[in-house]
């Protein structure tokens, strides 16, 4: 469920909960050194089992919409953002769905988020825009097809990668 902050209540929240506060002065220091944080954590899908979800804050800095992952290991996910934080002009078309990437020999394909302040997962990060007065967040879901090159909305794609990868507020089309 989403919950939407106010900033006084971020900022009440970041007081007096010192692991919250770790988290927002960790995000923090990693963007003041123009770097991405990716934040990972467990997230219940729609089917109701626990999957592995990385997302990261300050993508924004390079004018990108912010990642998330889910089924990926974080090394994994660690390579991806760095090389696609260059901002290169294939992976800026690949970020706005206009085409496929390789990756790790798989297709890969970034889905736009419909509503990301609406979902649950953001959550750390709608609260650093909120802190900083962004008020705009714009995300893509980085999804990967499996072994035989079906995505999980196909029929044809394995149960395992559907189970593992749940699609977050993505709805245009699937």
Known sequence: MQITRSKAEIEA?????AAYREDIDFIQET????????????QKSPAGN???VALTVGMYRRNLPELIFSGVPS?????IVAALSEGLD???????SERLKQILNFDVMA????DPNSLEVMQVCRDYYTLIGRHEMQAVQLVFADENGSFPWSPDCS????????????TAGF
Do not use: M, Y
């Open 90 to 96: 294939f992976d800026r078309e690949f970020l706005r």
């Open 13 to 17: 929240l970041v007081r007096d909960n």
């Open 75 to 79: 090394n994994v996910v660690q390579n």
């Open 50 to 52: 626990e999957v592995s």
């Open 111 to 114: 889905l736009p988020i419909d």
């Open 159 to 170: 149960d395992a990668n559907k189970a593992c990868q749940p699609l977050f507020g993505v």
């Open 31 to 42: 963007i003041s050194k123009d770097q991405i944080f990716i934040g990972h954590l467990t």
